[in-house]
């Protein structure tokens, strides 16, 4: 075998487009002029992608030959490796920025060992060792010459030079490690940072080399992802005060800089000028400086992208300011504004509990649209149609997430009276929705996100399900948008029963839509007796199975349409007195009525669960007291927000639902150390949502008591005594059969019920657990309900890389002194995941299973404890190892059994699924995982349904396993729940 820097490269055989940033759609993004190269030598250089083609393609040589440069072969994965390298390079900092040569080499490095390119990478480790080595010894040669000639790095700050300062970096990053010392390494930092400067570098990107340093070693300890946070810090209070702020500094500058923020945000018209009206030095001495050292590095770098107000693109917010800028909107409408605003701060600002997205970005603002989700009926006449489809531009405009009815209109074939035509259906006006979709972005911050949802029974369900397929009649095609089925339970039933289902146009079958239970079955066999008698002339007959298979097939290949049930999600709502819930919102967690009159709204907050645990139990005083004051701050959200549309306010005004949910629900599992995979886990999902549920409604009534009951109260559940527990026997009634849900209780209903029956609700609906995707990131938990996804990943996004590890895992290893960098290798060799990692004991591999190894049964148990309590639903996404039409069958028919009222996200990993991923380069979120668990994980896994005939998927289908996780770039979901 040649060595690598015996060969010479002809130019002209190395890939051209490995030369160029057109290969990588990260890199096209960003111009390679903003990067530079640091030589060993502290020079400074241009970033050539095309030294990296030539480095690759020498080590293919040292290992093929000369040979090896006419290869087709070699050019094609020199040029695939060359915009591996290089894309990975530019997302670690996304907005420009310098990389050390060596870290060039060690993204060859890894890229080569990702391809399976073994022999190519051993040359090149071998290449870069007797280099390393080579440069020592001459180094030692030269002796103590080298250190004399070492040039001097100078900064640039405010447009002057001077002399770096070694000990202002040392006392910016000891700043950040105080109280870490023991878990972190300031001096590892600080040579870090020190090797990726060169001379005349602004002082700002010595402040970025810290942050990329710290932000490196977050895979050894959990505590850098907290100095990261601290130094990011540094520069936040810099660009936001103008000045360099010490931490111990900050409280006072806080009381100095806050009133001057708030005139500053009015001047700019970013402000609502009546937060000029508070009492500003109250608040300002309520801000608490240390709640900033809270934050880990992606929480704050969250904040900073997309959340904290700017001024042509500089910063105005620091993260006290911006909690108490939310507070104040919500208080606005308060007799005591400052107590409450406070209060209200107080909760946001420990990470007790967080609003939603849409109301943190806009709360106090001038257009302050502070509700997450719409949801719309969409009519059955050309007007209608168009009119929903410019309500979905104007509430996503906003930042709201959207859930269409499409139900009523009619199909495909059916008569059209005005023309004497035939309807083209559904699909073509839901290429429009996709497209008004993409056209209309959340405010500049998202792409707009719609789900449209359709009914089992209409014609048009087969096309439906084909809606976000790769293939087939592109103007039929809805890429963009979100699916779900609106199944009624009659459906299901003849899925069980191997029975006939009957397709219809809704213009032939108008009351279908609004009807649920015992009523709908009469009247659709009316409607079969009919067809079969030839007075309805457009219908369709087909097996339910095929159809149920069509529907698991199709959720496998494309993701959707994701599965909900119409007839739970009525029977037991508290409002059917007034109307019907035609469908559910974008994230599947909202189920409120809609009409042509009223557009349905919902408000959306989290409680962080892991911070009202006290002893491994949770803490019911502390969570009253946050649920309190936090439906507090929901009911405000009803009569400040601004409403786009004036059926959305209507409908707000009339009925007042919120939608309180939780985060965290993993981190309990592990501060308890119980695995998902448990029956302790199911419990305590039964007994804390209890417990959220019972506060929530109790703080309904006494906000009822203060303001008033909600205009539509009298005929409610609520109103008839029937609180959601109790509605399971309303829809076992109306079910006949096939529900198996659990009825425990563990705390006294009787003062709530009590309550209610004095002072009614507040609010209609309550409780509705949302994905809380990036509000979970911002306060460092794990989302909603969601298992571990892995243990140690790297996620991608908007703000760069960020290595996630598992705080809890990494506590319970370095008890057994088991963390070293040999086990943090192997995490990261098995993606997270603990299974195939033999010194790990089996209590801490059934304890730190990931998503993939908890069979999807022990998610629908828990969600079905859930459910008992919830007013409304839960946005729960199954995951599946090895997926198979057999465990698809099983999964959802035990959903339907359980009462779920709907389902999200299928995530999914075929048999084949690890093959794939270690082949595709760069995959940095693949889930390599085998089609089987571990004998621990599945052991005590509840009895699955029996499945019938397995649906038209196997694990070795060629679906499109999700890798992504919410909030990852590319992961298509909506802003507004989370």
Known sequence: MQSTQDITINPALVPAAAASTASSPAVAASA???????RRNGAVVAFEPSKIAIAVTKAFLAVNGGQGAASARVRELVEQLTASVVSALVRRQPSGGTFHIEDVQDQVELALMRSGEHDVARAYVLYRAKHMEERRAAKEAQGSAATISAPQIHVLENGERKPLELSRVTSLINAACI?????????????????????????????????????????????????????????????????????????AEYVSYFPQYIAKGIAAELLDTKLAEFDLARLSKALVADRDLQFGYIGLQTLYDRYFLHIRDTRIEMPQAFYMRVAMGLALNETDREARAIEFYNLLS?????????????????????????????????????DAIKENALLAKFAGGLGNDWTPVRALGAHIKGTNGKSQGVVPFLKVVNDTAVAVNQGGKRKGAVCAYLETWHMDIEEFLDLRKNTGDDRRRTHDMNTANWIPDMFMKRVMEKGEWTLFSPSDTPDLHDLVGKAFEKAYLGYEAKAAAGE???????QALDLWRKMLSMLFETGHPWITFKDPCNIRSPQQHVGMVHSSN???????????????????????????????????VKLQKTIRTAMRMLDNVIDINYYAVEKARNANMRHRPVGLGVMGFQDCLHMMRVPFSSMESVQFADTSMEAVCYYAYLAS????????????????????????????????????????????????????????????????????IAPTATISNIIGVSACIEPTFQNLYVKSNLSGEFTEINAYLVRDLKARDLWDEVMIADLKYFDGSLAKIDRIPNDLRDIYATAFEVSPSWLVEAASRRQKWIDQAQSLNIYMAGASGKK????????????????????????????????????????????????????????????????????????????????????EECEACQ
């Open 888 to 971: 698809l069958d099983e999964t959802y028919k035990l959903a339907w059994l359980r009462g779920l009222k709907t389902t999200y996200y299928l995530r999914t990993t075929s048999a084949t699924h690890t093959e794939k991923s270690t082949s595709k380069t760069g995959a940095l979120n693949a889930v390599a995982v085998d089609g089987g668990m571990s004998a621990s994980a599945q052991a005590a896994a509840p009895a699955p349904v029996a499945p019938v005939a397995a649906a038209a998927v196997t694990a070795e289908a060629d679906g499109e396993a999700c890798y992504l996780r919410p909030g990852d770039d590319g992961f």
């Open 179 to 251: 109280g870490l010392e023991k878990h972190v390494d300031a001096d590892a930092i600080v040579a870090e940072t020190l090797k990726n400067l060169y001379d005349g570098v602004p002082v700002e990107e010595l402040h970025k080399s810290a942050i990329l340093a710290a932000r490196a070693l977050m895979e050894k300890d959990p505590a850098y992802s907290q100095v990261t946070a601290r130094i990011l810090l540094h520069t936040i209070r810099k660009e936001v005060f103008g000045k360099e702020v010490a931490q111990g500094a900050a409280a």
């Open 701 to 768: 009534t006494e906000l009822a008591e203060e303001r008033g009951h909600y205009a539509s109260y009298k005929g409610s559940l609520w109103d008839r005594g029937i609180l959601p527990q109790d509605s399971i026997k309303l829809l076992a009634e109306e079910r006949g059969g096939y529900l198996e849900q659990d009825l425990s209780s563990a705390m006294d209903w009787t003062p709530v019920r009590e309550r209610i029956a004095k002072f009614g609700m507040r609010n209609s609906n309550c409780v509705a």
């Open 350 to 386: 420990t990470f007790d509990f967080m609003s939603s997205t849409p109301t943190l970005f806009n709360s106090g603002t001038l257009r302050s649209q502070l509700s997450s989700c719409y949801l719309t009926t969409v009519s059955d006449d050309l007007e209608g149609i168009y």
């Open 586 to 620: 974008l994230c599947t967690e909202i189920t409120l009525n809609t009409g042509p009159d009223e557009i349905a709204v919902c408000n959306l907050g989290s409680v962080n669960l892991p911070a009202h645990m006290k002893e491994g139990k949770l803490d019911h």
């Open 32 to 38: 390679l002029g903003d990067y530079r190269i640091i």
């Open 536 to 542: 309805i002339r457009v219908f369709k007959k087909i």
